[in-house]
């Protein structure tokens, strides 16, 4: 769905080209920043850079927007064609899209490169494709304004529609593509008014489900090329090792076996068709030499983590005297909390197509990244990264796994080692064993309350391996990474003094960005402590929170709601009980209350409801936030019941869904999500309501059995 092929733009705003055959206006708009180079290694962060959203009409009216966010299930292809539409005043009917090819043209300015996460892709394409539709729209009734010799001013549109109404007369977009095209693009255009929004902030239907209904969407897994040729990868089962030998005599003789070669990963067989690759691999023999890691334990980390706490971190937040505050204190509490490392689980295996050819690479994959995507291709082939091209397909799921690159670096040594298009392809016994993880983390909270019951000081300090210098090195500033502290360094309570510290601990297991991040773990860890300062201050805690939530009113507004509509002030059935939380994640405010019943002779749990309030800013799509939310709650859920990637001679002991289990169907709860009316600019929801999930179920449990849960995932022993 991409072009092979990027268009080159100059750095003054507004941009408008011709194109040949059916295309007749073509518009884009540019939001000047710092610039980066063309590169064949790894990116660092770089500094807001540029965006580049295009509006295509073709004379036969067909309206072409290009999507340069990666769609992976989270619903950004309809939510950024109804901003531009918006503004445009198209016709809906009308729509189209195509993904955007890597250049920098389309650099998301939340990092500096082309990639879709951080809950970025609504917020970083509010401006640039209004003022892109709006040009568009000016440029469009000036052409027929001028063909009508009528001035623009008494014009208007509609749904795609231009009308004189003084002379009754009309046309659609279409019919003035080409001559609009033709004109100057029109800088500092007026944007609507938002009370006049007929798209924005209406429930819209997505724009991708017929396709993806009638099988007609194309995933990276669905990629067909001529003369192609498929492959799987052995890896060294422990982390950071790598092949000693292998004979590959048994390999070669499995029926469909075309070749068996050695690649940076390890050691990829390739057949002619995939089941003929896998069973090539089987009877592959691979000695390992596994590295410095072959003894590492999940026990052993854990050890790790909890030695760390004697010394003191990084310094993430310090407010007034907290270690003097907690010796005046009145009570004082103290607990320590972890949680594991955990997969990404994505529903599309990893996969990836290439082909390299004389002084070119093609890569059809769905990739998070396009930016590192295409540099870590060019490197692997060997060619200009100007001459790498990224095919980004419909991705089946992401959770940030797919920013990574190693499967398309696989696909692209592979092709160019048998110089013909290979698709690559990862078991789900690869996927759960050679993952980017969600860090393990360990924290160590300490608070004091003071004699009035209200907490006086409150510390952490986290240990856990960093995300930023594992990906980005040499990005963090005093050793401290910004992502390992969220959801605790920011901590909305008004206690007069904290301290906040993080003390990097490497263990050699890989780690990478999980949908909600920082969030996911220190969340868990926050909003835990927080309900067990409530419980020895004697207090219900909502009104705790409430309380000390003065000085944060977004926070307040989305914990108040959650309340009043889980009815926390009216009594349970008998049997049932709650627990609250409420977070801040990428500018976006959620709030939970988690309904549960515990059977403690079977040590089971049941949640029965979930009511998640959400503050996201201005709203594009009311049902996909109301999806989102719902698939946040499935995600955390499946994490805090059973998430656990547990590691054994440096290997991960899990490899499926039978070991590394989801959320069922019969498990699922009730789910109620209400929206915070907003009119500031819209920000993210699409991991927002993962981190307040595990605390507030937690927090149930507590209120449930009186037991405190520290640890994840729940186990049947904390039910008793």
């Not at 991409?2 to 080209?17: D, E, H, Y």
Request: proline content about 6%.
């Amino acid at each position: 769905m991409s072009a092979n092929t990027t268009t080159g733009l100059n750095r003054r705003g507004f941009l408008k080209t011709g194109a040949a055959g059916a295309a007749g206006l073509v518009i884009g708009f540019y939001l000047p920043a710092g610039q980066l180079e063309a590169f064949a290694e790894p990116v660092a962060m770089m500094p807001p850079a540029s965006l580049n959203a295009w509006i295509e009409i073709s004379t036969t009216d067909l309206v072409t927007i290009v999507i340069d966010k990666s769609e992976m299930g989270q619903g950004i292809l309809t939510a950024l064609c109804m901003i531009a539409a918006e503004e445009l005043d198209c016709d809906w009917k009308k729509i189209r899209t195509e993904f955007a090819p890597a250049a920098k043209e389309y650099f998301n300015p939340a990092f500096g490169m082309q990639g879709t996460g951080g809950s970025s892709s609504v917020r970083s394409s509010w401006d640039p494709l209004r003022k892109a539709g709006a040009a568009a729209r000016m440029m469009l009734l000036q052409a027929a304004a001028t063909v009508w010799k009528v001035d623009k001013s008494t014009c208007r549109t509609e749904n795609g529609v231009i009308y004189h109404d003084a002379s009754n007369l009309s046309t659609v977009y279409g019919n003035v593509a080409k001559p609009a095209s033709k004109l100057a693009v029109p800088q500092d255009v007026p944007l609507k008014d938002p009370k006049k929004y007929r798209i924005i902030g209406k429930s819209t239907k997505r724009l991708d489900t017929p396709e993806k209904v009638d099988g007609s969407a194309q995933f990276g897994i669905d990629v067909r090329q001529g003369a192609m040729l498929y492959a799987v990868v052995a890896r060294c089962p422990v982390f950071g090792g790598k092949v000693a030998s292998f004979d590959a005599t048994k390999a070669k003789a499995v029926p469909g076996v075309k070749s068996v070669v050695q690649i940076s990963s390890g050691v990829a067989v390739v057949a002619d068709n995939t089941w003929a690759a896998m069973q090539g691999r089987r009877a592959l023999d691979v000695k390992w030499d596994e590295g410095p890691n072959a003894n590492a334990t999940s026990e052993g980390i854990s050890k790790l983590f909890a030695d760390q706490m004697a010394q003191s971190g990084a310094q993430a937040r310090k407010e007034g005297d907290a270690a003097s505050a907690l010796m005046g204190a009145a009570q004082k509490i103290e607990a320590v909390y972890e949680a594991p490392y955990l997969a990404h689980a994505t529903m599309e295996p990893l996969n990836a197509t290439a082909n390299v050819i004389a002084g070119r690479v093609d890569v059809w994959a769905p990739v998070q990244f396009q930016t590192m995507a295409q540099a870590m291709a060019a490197k692997a082939a060997g060619v200009k990264p100007e001459n790498a091209f990224i095919h980004t397909t419909f991705l089946g799921g992401g959770f940030g796994r797919k920013a990574g690159t190693d499967f398309v670096i696989e696909a692209v040594e592979t092709s160019k080692a048998m110089s013909r298009p290979v698709k690559l392809t990862w078991s789900r016994e690869d996927d759960t064993q050679h993952d980017f993880y969600r860090p393990a983390s360990y924290a160590k909270l300490s608070a004091g309350i003071g004699a009035d019951g209200w907490p006086v000081a409150w510390t952490t300090r986290v240990a856990c391996p960093s995300i930023m210098e594992a990906w980005f090195p040499g990005s963090t500033k005093n050793n401290l990474d910004p992502s390992s502290v969220d959801g605790v360094a920011d901590l909305p309570y008004s206690i007069p003094n904290i301290l906040v510290d993080y003390v990097r601990t490497e263990p050699g297991i890989p780690v990478g960005f999980w949908r909600s991040v920082g969030a996911s773990q220190n969340g868990f860890f926050s909003e835990c402590f927080m309900d067990e300062l409530a419980a020895a201050a004697k207090k219900d805690p909502y009104e705790f929170r409430r309380h000390l939530l003065n000085k944060s009113p977004r926070h307040l507004a989305v914990l108040e709601l959650a309340a009043l509509k889980a009815g926390w002030d009216m009594p349970l059935p008998a049997g049932r009980y709650r627990g609250i939380a409420v977070l801040e994640a990428f500018q976006s405010y959620a709030a939970q209350v988690v309904e549960i019943s515990v059977d403690r002779q079977a040590k089971t749990l049941r949640v029965h409801r979930v009511v998640c309030a959400v503050d996201v800013g201005r709203v594009v799509n009311p049902a996909n936030i109301a999806m989102q939310s719902e698939s946040a709650v499935v995600y955390g859920l499946s994490a805090a019941l059973y998430g656990e990637i547990s590691i054994e001679g440096g290997r991960v002991k899990q490899s499926n869904f039978n070991n590394y289990q989801m959320l069922r169907l019969d498990a699922m709860p009730t789910v109620e999500v209400h929206i915070v009316p907003s009119e500031v600019k819209p920000t993210g929801a699409g991991e927002l309501s993962v981190p307040p999930l595990a605390p507030a179920l937690c927090n149930a449990i507590f209120a449930a059995t009186g037991k405190r849960i520290r640890r994840l995932p729940i186990r049947a022993e904390d039910l008793a």
